[in-house]
């Protein structure tokens, strides 16, 4: 699997990928939200096209706090789940997590997110919840 982990070209195409990545969800629970409020809430992070050679198929966005790295967006095109990208993505997220000096990476999904099984088979448990998210973390070693 060749994919590579390459700075975002264009804010505004990441919002565009996951917006359309998310819109199934959006429309239900959050009808209010566009690209220009992803861009928004995207653009002080750490962001990251991820390419399959020339294609992008996915972004990833992080954001390092005081004491753990967060994974505030993993998004894989629908064509290209299931295969395994997201399995790397997670190991690369790991990765730049010990580089930043940390041992654990966090994450916030929707309950109703099939990502989750992808989170718990790469050793994610639950942290907390709400009515709507589960926050889970991973200990990387």
Same mark, same amino acid.
């Given at each position: 699997? !060749?994919?590579i982990?390459?700075?975002?070209? $264009?804010?505004?195409? /990441?919002?565009? +990928?996951? +917006?359309?990545?998310? %819109? &199934?969800?959006?429309? *239900?629970? /959050?009808?209010?939200?566009?690209? @220009?409020?992803?861009?928004? #809430?995207?653009? /002080?992070?750490? $962001?990251? !096209? ?5 294609? =992008?198929?996915? =972004?990833? %966005? ?5 004491? +753990?790295?967060?994974?505030? !967006?993993? &998004?894989? $095109?629908?064509?290209?789940?299931? *295969?395994g990208?997201? *399995?790397?993505?997670?190991?690369? /997220?790991? %990765?730049?997590?010990? @580089? ?7 994450? %916030? #999904?929707? *309950? #109703? @997110?099939?990502?989750?099984s ?5 050793? +994610?448990?639950?942290? @907390? ?8 973390? =991973?200990?990387?070693?």
């Amino acid at each position: 699997m !060749d994919i590579i982990f390459c700075p975002t070209d $264009s804010i505004q195409k /990441a919002a565009l +990928f996951t +917006f359309e990545n998310m %819109r &199934q969800y959006y429309q *239900k629970i /959050a009808p209010e939200w566009n690209t @220009s409020k992803i861009v928004e #809430v995207t653009k /002080a992070l750490e $962001s990251f !096209d991820i390419k399959l050679g020339d294609e =992008v198929i996915g =972004v990833m %966005r992080l954001e390092y706090k005081d004491t +753990f790295c967060y994974l505030r !967006d993993l &998004q894989i $095109s629908a064509n290209h789940q299931n *295969k395994g990208f997201g *399995k790397v993505a997670l190991n690369e /997220a790991k %990765r730049k997590t010990l @580089s930043a000096n940390f041992n654990t990476l966090k994450l %916030r #999904v929707l *309950k #109703v @997110s099939p990502a989750i099984s992808l989170y718990e088979r790469n050793g +994610f448990v639950v942290e @907390s919840e709400d009515n709507r998210f589960l926050n889970m973390l =991973v200990r990387v070693t």
